[in-house]
């Protein structure tokens, strides 16, 4: 079992930043790949980035590719998500996921069996 929870959103004016943590408690937060997806209103959950369970895959949404940085910290069971430029589109709930499964990350909201409640950002233009 892993709870995931999420912090750090808020209201943001265009061009800039926030970080967002997802703290996870269990045993397998290391060896579990983790993820960031999003929400925007009235539209479907995206992924936004993914992260190998040692840190050293990365993938990312082409939306978001060259603002934003996915990282982890294993000892503090803890994934991040460094929104940089921030943009009215990237309005959304943002969810943390794990995938306990498998140590290589992937884009597929299917492969996440945990999700953490959401944490809201909006931006202003």
């Known amino acids: 079992q892993v709870q995931l929870v999420e912090s750090g959103g808020g209201l943001v004016q265009a061009g800039g930043s926030l970080r967002l943590s997802c703290a996870a408690s269990?045993?397998?937060?290391?060896?579990?790949?983790m993820a960031w997806f999003r929400q925007p209103p009235g539209k479907e959950r995206e992924f936004v980035a993914a992260i190998s369970r040692s840190g050293g895959t990365l993938y990312y949404a082409d939306s978001v590719k060259g603002r934003f940085t996915i990282s982890r910290d294993n000892a503090k069971n803890t994934v991040y998500l460094q929104m940089n430029s921030l943009i009215p589109e990237d309005t959304a709930l943002y969810s943390c996921?794990?995938?306990?499964?498998?140590?290589?990350?992937?884009?597929?909201?299917?492969?996440?069996?945990?999700w953490g409640q959401g944490t809201q950002v909006t931006v202003s233009s």
């Open positions: 269990g045993r397998t937060f290391s060896s579990s790949a």
């Open positions: 996921a794990a995938d306990t499964t498998r140590w290589r990350p992937s884009r597929d909201i299917d492969s996440y069996d945990y």
